[in-house]
């Protein structure tokens, strides 16, 4: 249920910004009355989340997405716990992906504190690529976990679709020394079962037909890598840690 209620407001904002840039690009100095008509609308439909959304003073085109957010939806705690096992300080992928694995390890005693709202930080702004091959064993081993989470056991777990689409990773030689170290990485992600292939130009342009191969030396080809919609995975591990100590 909670879930449900966390999908269907990440849905409500994607719906009203979409809807207040398409009002800003159309309309611009109209779009103040304009948002009162849709928001009486959208509130007789009783669709109220993104009808307050519209009506918010924030909802400015110079103003971050989450700022927003911020103002209409983060319901402020009446208290905190006074005792906890393990704090943890701050809700981004890290901080929740932390509160789930503890959880999932038998903590239940755990409180994450946020000082603004789930995904506010970094977290918000990446572009959500997962490419596994980096240059020490411990950022391979956990992006390797987080990608065996997002392909083989979230969806499992809570019946909703992370965000994950495995297109594959491509990385690009512009340079003899830049494709050695794409090599190195090729050789270290084999020690760690992550399949990869250093690709000529031209088997790089048979792959992704759109790209300018020309100034290339040769790309690193990692077809288990791909990319996720950050929120939604936040969201996702948050709410879960929530369903296994409730
Ligand atoms: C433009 C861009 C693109 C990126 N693209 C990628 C990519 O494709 N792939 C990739 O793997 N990485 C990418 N990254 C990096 C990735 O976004 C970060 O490594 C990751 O989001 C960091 O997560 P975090 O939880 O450590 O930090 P954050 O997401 O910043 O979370 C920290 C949280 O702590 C809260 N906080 C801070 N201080 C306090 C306090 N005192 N009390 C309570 N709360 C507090 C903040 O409000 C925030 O919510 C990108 C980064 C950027 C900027």
């Excluded at 504190?113 to 959500?128: P, Y």
Aim: charged share 20%; proline share 4%.
């Amino acid at each position: 249920m909670i879930l449900r209620e966390r999908m269907l407001k990440i849905f409500s904002s994607l719906i009203s910004y979409l809807i207040n840039d398409f009002l800003i690009a159309q309309f611009g100095a109209k779009k103040k009355f304009i948002m009162f008509r849709c928001s009486s609308i959208l509130k007789r439909l009783n669709l109220a989340t993104i009808s307050s959304r519209l009506t918010s003073s924030n909802a400015t085109p110079s103003s971050v997405p989450y700022k927003s957010l911020k103002s209409d939806d983060v319901s402020t705690p009446t208290s905190i716990p006074q005792s906890a096992d393990v704090v943890i300080i701050g809700g981004g992928i890290i901080g929740c992906s932390t509160l789930y694995h503890l959880t999932k390890l038998g903590c239940t005693n755990v409180v994450l504190l946020e000082k603004d709202q789930l995904t506010a930080g970094t977290t918000w702004h990446t572009a959500g690529l997962i490419w596994r091959l980096r240059p020490n064993d411990t950022d391979i081993q956990i992006l390797n976990h987080t990608r065996h989470l997002l392909n083989d056991v979230l969806e499992e777990e809570t019946g909703v679709h992370p965000g994950w689409i495995n297109n594959g990773g491509l990385f690009i030689a512009n340079s003899k020394e830049r494709l050695n170290e794409y090599k190195r990485l090729m050789t270290i992600g084999k020690a760690f079962g992550i399949e990869s292939h250093i690709l000529s130009p031209s088997e790089t342009k048979k792959l992704y037909p759109l790209m300018n191969v020309s100034d290339l030396y040769g790309t690193l080809y990692s077809p288990g890598d791909g990319t996720v919609d950050p929120a939604g995975f936040l969201y996702i591990i948050g709410s879960r840690s929530h369903e296994i100590w409730s």
